[in-house]
């Protein structure tokens, strides 16, 4: 650890330990209701000021000053704005005896690549797991990109602070949190004693959000605190995709219909939607005007086999070359023409061109080109892919895990709104995190 950062986190431990002095005498008097400069995070009726990023309808619920989950989906609930320093309260319970949730602190808003779960630290709140490297006490550590030092070295390396002592109680019995958020620093008191935490956080100003993790949890008296920002350079915020509401559920496809004939080739499982490859196109019953669509997908299951496919110039134009690849063919439908699909495959394109319009010569050569995507990005086979669609008027715009393939595309001709269809082509796939964005029309 550098002098800098040494000095950096004393101050802030010191900062701490000031205003924990001073809240843990205005606690009681907030008890007996007089200000103590905390405000309620949950107002015990319903759930105004959550967002439920994924999941479905059923999985959380205000019921008898609770905020309660089913625990299926595993998806998250954030708050619908960021806080950076903060004490947050908090009391969980389980039923089960092994029960497992979570609390993630400076939380990015939407999931991470193919996964439920949120850039984030999170703070574990599980009953009956205890191993050398987790446990069910309190752990702290960081998930799916975020990054922090724990207090105490983990023995296996991770980033994860195993907690100093088990003050955890068990099934059916409520436990009290507190969690102190300053600065990149991060401490957790359970049941009034502090027993684990990290510094050098980031990101370290975002969303708070409680996860759904497999099984029935209850929360309620959660409160906060909020404290002076620290203006730091060195704070990384988290990114700001607000405002997507879920396609999937992540247990059954309602929203979405099938081909006629073909409904068993799309299922829920795990998660994710999945197809066999066998047929049928898989469309959202709801239709889209202007938007933005994130879909998160991956090969699953074999090739079709090894083919000769074309190299494509910028131009949108056959080279007149030919390079052998393990054939994998899907796509994403917009507005309800197969003929404005982003394309997925493994040509040596890449995925995200748009063949109905590349392919057809009645277009402009602008028009062609346009649609040809600028690079390949595509992840190895089997790994994740996220693509980010922004279709405004009869202009396209694809990212591809971070880099942008095609940028201001023209579709002329494309309806001005329809539904979103996953295209059934052979193959084996799998999507997740599939949201919208509806956007304003000028």
Known sequence: MSRRTRKLRTFTLALQALILCGTCASATQGASGEDDGFVPLFNGRNLDGWVA??????????????????????????????????????EWRHQEEKGNAGLFVWSDPLPALGVPFTRAIEVQIMLGFETPNYTSEGDIFSIWGATMTPDRPHPAGYQRCLPSEARTRGAGEWNHYRVTCIDGVISLEVNGGQVSGGYDVNPRNGYICLEAEGSPADFRNLRIKELPSSNSPLAEVANDAVGFTTLFNGIDLDGWKADGGNETSWTAKNGRIVHDGSGGNLWTTESFGDFVLIADWRWAGPSQGRMMRPVIGPDGANTGEEVEIDEYDSGIYLRGSSKSQVNMWEWPIGSGEVYGYRTDGSQSPEVRAGVTPTSRADAPVGKWNRFIITMRGDVLTVNLNGTTVIKDARLPGIAEEGPIALQSHHSGVEFTNVFVLELDRP
């Open 53 to 90: 990023v994924n999941g479905a309808p059923s999985t959380w619920r205000a019921e008898d000053g609770m905020m309660r989950t089913t625990g299926l989906p595993v998806s998250v609930l954030r708050t619908d704005r960021m806080y950076e320093n903060f004490i947050l309260e908090m």
